[in-house]
């Protein structure tokens, strides 16, 4: 089936640093990758919609300058928590379909632990 | 813009006992609807995967339904265990290629 393979699966920071997440289709192209956030014992959030070749969509009250995406190939989508903050800590997770599926269902990262300290 | 509720948000039971999760969703419009399993510090594992066409699907001792005109979704789980104890998450798409939106989940323990 597909994966989606996302690194780090944690990572500490310090405060005002910036911090790449990685998030690749293995074996499988996606033109449209998904960025969510999840806090402590809370649901997923969207952020924003990585589309490949082209500006990324975000959801309302997500700063796209604070979290850039860039979505350079078929396979990759990266996140980049800039000027990372205390408040950014939390549990960014990434998702892609592939489109090839009998299911047509969505794939998930093993998702990223942020710990800005 | 869709919306997916889920209850109950916490659910106990003892082990054997068979059980209904409920989500909703406010947009009746939807081209799917998934259903995930969270385990603690975990990311997310897909269950069953409904497509709007399809009224429901089945995995092993897991059963979800779809009914679009209700919008309403069911996770029956048929003789529970311990190893189940999760967060289960529903989540839909009103369109092939957007993003799920996801319900905040229900909460499963179940005790041995």
């Known amino acids: 089936g597909a994966v989606v393979s996302q690194h780090p699966s944690w990572v500490i920071c310090k405060s005002g640093t910036s911090v790449k997440i990685e998030c690749r289709s293995l074996?499988?192209?996606?033109?449209?990758m998904f960025w969510y956030r999840q806090f402590p014992k809370q649901s997923l959030m969207l952020m924003a919609t990585?589309?490949?070749?082209?500006?990324?969509?975000?959801e309302q009250g997500v700063e796209k300058d604070k979290f850039l995406i860039n979505h350079a190939s078929l396979t990759l989508s990266t996140l980049t928590v800039t000027s990372a903050h205390p408040e950014d800590s939390s549990f960014y997770i990434c998702?892609?379909?592939?489109?090839?599926?009998?299911?047509?269902?969505?794939?998930f990262g093993s998702g990223t632990r942020l710990t800005v300290v | 813009k869709q919306e997916v509720t889920q209850i109950p948000a916490a659910l106990s039971v003892p082990e054997g006992e068979n059980l209904v999760l409920n989500c909703s969703f406010t947009?009746?419009?939807?081209?799917?609807l998934q259903w995930f399993r969270q385990d603690p510090g975990k990311g997310l594992t897909s269950l069953l995967l409904?497509?709007?066409?399809?009224r429901e699907q089945t995995s092993g001792r897991l059963n979800a339904s779809l009914d679009k005109s209700s919008g309403r979704s069911t996770l029956y789980i048929a003789a529970s265990q311990p190893g189940d104890s999760a967060t289960y998450l529903c989540?839909?798409?009103?369109?092939?290629?957007?993003?799920?939106?996801f319900g905040k989940g229900t909460t499963l323990s179940v005790s041995s």
């Open positions: 998702s892609a379909r592939d489109i090839r599926s009998a299911n047509y269902g969505y794939t």
């Open positions: 074996d499988f192209q996606a033109t449209t």
């Open positions: 990585s589309n490949e070749g082209s500006k990324a969509t975000y």
């Open positions: 947009d009746s419009a939807i081209y799917n």
């Open positions: 409904i497509q709007s066409s399809q």
């Open positions: 989540a839909g798409a009103n369109q092939a290629g957007t993003a799920l939106i």
